[in-house]
């Protein structure tokens, strides 16, 4: 499967913005389809995730009452709601594909997007 990740921008602190990403080829129920986010100089960190056939969500702490995460079967595609932005969660978002179920680990995911820029100013 192919990962294309959207939606990225530079907005002032306390907005919002909704990210995409267009998912080429099949994606089964087993699968997991997660967010994460790289910062400069930083580890790349789970943001959060969805179970593609019971539409589960989990969060990290960090995100959690702000950012929300949802699937769409009809158009093969995940988003990521992020509300109330901080400027600590300035980083690169990347989308990505688990066939081996939930981690809130990067390694456990194989199939990746490119990232898309997400810049909060204070």
């Known amino acids: 499967v192919q990962l294309q990740a959207s939606g990225g921008g530079l907005v002032q602190a306390g907005g919002s913005l909704r990210l995409s990403c267009a998912a080429s080829g099949r994606i089964f129920s087993s699968h997991v389809m997660g967010w994460f986010r790289q910062a400069p100089g930083k580890e790349r960190e789970f943001v959060a995730a969805?179970?593609?056939?019971?539409?589960?969500?989990y969060y990290a702490d960090s995100v959690k009452g702000r950012f929300t995460i949802s699937r769409s079967t009809a158009y093969n595609a995940v988003y990521l709601q992020m509300n109330s932005l901080k400027p600590e969660d300035t980083a690169d978002y990347y989308c990505?594909?688990?066939?081996?179920?939930?981690?809130?680990?990067?390694?456990?995911?194989?199939?990746w997007g490119q990232g898309t820029q997400v810049t909060v100013s204070s």
């Open positions: 969805v179970r593609w056939g019971s539409a589960n969500t």
């Open positions: 990505a594909r688990s066939r081996s179920g939930l981690s809130y680990t990067y390694t456990a995911y194989a199939d």
